[in-house]
């Protein structure tokens, strides 16, 4: 089952970052953390991962606390496009599956 | 490089028909992933597949669903028999050959049964 733990909603204006939390306390050591999200019912789409060093791409910025027992998923500048449900995964990298919860629902608002 | 490809997009079938999803993978993978969405809920893993084996099914109802990637095609989700409680949303995602690392997942089929 999940191991994360997401708020389930957030706001963010349009043009602002958009920081969202994930909590992941008991995760292994061969654990990465990856996010993904979905827009109103489209397939997921892979956003970031990382293991314990900061990550950025094109799209966000995946913050990894020290203990790696949190993250925060940043999308710098959120437009009006960004409004989905985020999902923060846990996952040995060669796992099989990811394990989706409820995720957090963020809506931009203009 | 087209994406994860699945059809139809949208099915509709009466209790006790057939129902088979269809998933062509991104070009190169050959690890296929087959994901159930119920309404208002997140995904729930169903099974994984390379081609011509079945590896987890974990995920799968023991009964009346079925999988499988043959060394030609696309893989097919097959449920028979439909009830009311198998409309949902099914993803397929697929994977690189040479690592599972990062899953990339295709549109969906919605599945409807009346």
């Known amino acids: 089952d999940a191991k994360t733990t997401q708020p389930t909603s957030m706001d963010c204006a349009e043009g602002r970052a958009a920081n969202l939390p994930c909590n992941h306390s008991?995760?292994?050591?061969?654990?990465?953390v990856y996010w993904y999200r979905q827009i109103h019912s489209q397939g997921p789409q892979y956003i970031i991962h990382?293991?314990?060093n900061n990550e950025t791409n094109e799209m966000a910025s995946l913050i990894i606390t020290e203990d790696r027992k949190s993250s925060t998923l940043i999308l710098p500048h959120a437009t009006l496009r960004d409004t989905a449900v985020y999902y923060c995964i846990v996952r040995v990298y060669t796992g099989n599956q990811f394990y989706f919860g409820t995720g957090t629902s963020l809506t931009v608002i203009p | 490089n087209a994406g994860v490809m699945q059809n139809p997009r949208h099915l509709v079938r009466r209790r006790g028909q057939e129902a088979r999803l269809r998933c062509s993978p991104m070009k190169g993978h050959s690890h296929v992933y087959w994901y159930r969405q119920l309404p208002e809920e997140g995904l729930k893993f169903m099974v994984y597949?390379?081609?011509?084996?079945?590896?987890?099914e974990s995920g799968m109802p023991k009964e009346r669903f079925s999988a499988e990637f043959p060394k030609e095609g696309p893989s097919i989700l097959r449920i028979q028999q439909v009830v009311r409680g198998d409309s949902a949303a099914y993803f397929c995602?697929?994977?690189?050959?040479?690592?599972?690392?990062?899953?990339?997942f295709g549109p969906g089929t919605r599945l409807l049964v009346l």
């Open positions: 008991t995760i292994s050591g061969n654990e990465y």
């Open positions: 597949l390379q081609k011509e084996n079945i590896i987890d």
């Open positions: 995602a697929s994977s690189p050959d040479r690592t599972q690392e990062t899953q990339y």
């Open positions: 990382g293991l314990k």
